[in-house]
């Protein structure tokens, strides 16, 4: 079934390949309208699913639009997780407050189930939207300007061994994919990278560099591998007492600490720049431990993923535990009323089982909460402290508040 009926004498159903500019214009409008340059619109274009994406219809006139990606995302313990990346969300001015997002999600969601994939997730344009459809925050990203005036890089050993090269960033995709890749398995958060998204890596339309030059990037090589890369821009400033320019960082992976140290110094070292600003970076990156002064690094949180548990069983058991587990969660999840209820969760490092259950509740939460701490870079015992999560019996809480931990911070590695 393609079609469904929404308040107000809207239509819902599936994008079709000839409604997609209309489609695309009105998701373009709920954001400020705008105007993007041919070649982004192309991409998204190249990458919409059709069947994965729905419109809101008013007669002839899109006035709602959302869509899921088919995405895979890394979860504690290695495994990649097929997920639904939920984008295009948006719904025109006229039609607010007629249930037009409710029933998007609704939609979606049913969705999402019927394709098996156990979770969804999304970044919100406003962090208070999505909770109410049970979307729990469930990573963070830093943004950071570096002083590099005032700041010095101690570097590891072994730095030094790395050589570093200029090159076309379009020219190196294939090599910098490739070590991206092997990259996505050590971090949960992070996605695979799924066929047709390569080229957004290195997308570099000219209204969207904010006065800095185009896109730039440095490989890191031993011997004949390709074991890093950064991309980054350099905005001018210049004044009466020279230049002020800034190092704008777009990505950084490197396979060790040597090359790590290797590419944040050439960055630092950047002629005639005083800066380095970033956003979008992983809350523990290892340069935090390299400068000389935090402080001067203007370090800023905010939050990034959001995480739908679709299927509670399935997700729970995708995933591992760094400590054993063995608890009984008492769920609500009013929007998705089939993950309702008590499941006993056993596991460790090795795998775990996630089963209904008539058993006493150890701890209750939201199906929210359970997202929030899902990936492992939020804290039940956090959320528990906010009166997020109750502990039912004694000792619950600090046992899967240890076991639902990450031993690295799970990060977002790209948009969409």
């Not at 590099?148 to 995709?173: H, K, M, N």
């Not at 904010?210 to 890369?229: D, I, K, N, W, Y």
Request: charged share 25%; net charge negative; hydrophobic share 40%.
């Amino acid at each position: 079934m393609t079609t469904s009926r929404t308040p107000g004498s809207t239509d819902l159903r599936v994008l079709r390949p000839d409604d997609w500019d209309q489609w695309y214009d009105n998701l373009l409008r709920a954001f400020g309208g705008m105007p993007e340059s041919a070649e982004e619109r192309e991409l998204w274009k190249s990458l919409t699913e059709y069947d994965r994406f729905v419109g809101a219809w008013d007669g002839d006139t899109c006035v709602g639009s959302a869509g899921a990606f088919t995405f895979r995302v890394t979860v504690p313990g290695g495994a990649s997780v097929p997920a639904a990346g939920v984008t295009g969300v948006g719904v025109a001015g006229t039609h607010r407050r007629r249930g037009v997002l409710t029933s998007m999600m609704r939609r979606q969601l049913d969705d999402v189930r019927s394709w098996g994939e156990p979770l969804a997730v999304l970044t919100a344009s406003e962090p208070a939207i999505y909770g109410r459809f049970g979307y729990g925050l469930a990573t963070h990203s830093l943004s950071f300007e570096i002083d590099t005036t005032r700041v010095r890089l101690d570097v590891p050993a072994g730095t030094g061994d790395v050589r570093l090269r200029y090159a076309v960033p379009a020219e190196v995709l294939e090599v910098c994919e490739a070590v991206y890749a092997r990259r996505v398995p050590e971090r949960p958060g992070m996605l695979a990278r799924m066929p047709g998204w390569a080229p957004a890596m290195v997308l570099d339309p000219e209204g969207e560099r904010g006065g800095a030059s185009p896109l730039q990037c440095v490989v890191a090589e031993r011997g004949t591998e390709v074991v890093g890369f950064a991309r980054f821009r350099v905005k001018p400033d210049w004044d009466v007492t020279g230049s002020n320019s800034a190092v704008v960082v777009e990505d950084v992976e490197a396979f060790d600490a040597a090359v790590q140290g290797a590419l944040w110094r050439f960055l630092f070292d950047i002629d005639l720049t005083s800066k380095i600003v970033g956003r979008g970076r992983p809350v523990d990156e290892p340069w935090h431990h390299l400068v000389s002064d935090i402080r001067r690094c203007a370090l800023r949180k905010r939050d990034a993923l959001y995480v739908r548990l679709v299927e509670v069983g399935a997700a729970l058991e995708a995933r591992t535990y760094q400590a054993p587990v063995d608890v009984v969660l008492d769920v609500e999840d009013a929007f998705c009323p089939w993950n309702s209820g008590r499941w006993r969760l056993t596991g460790d490092a090795k795998g775990a089982v996630c089963r209904r259950t008539e058993d006493a509740a150890d701890l209750a939460l939201s199906v929210r909460e359970l997202g929030a701490a899902y990936l492992g870079g939020v804290s039940l015992a956090g959320l528990a402290a906010a009166g997020r999560v109750r502990e039912v019996r004694q000792g619950a809480l600090a046992e899967a508040s240890v076991a639902f931990g990450s031993v690295v911070m799970p990060w977002l590695s790209h948009g969409f």
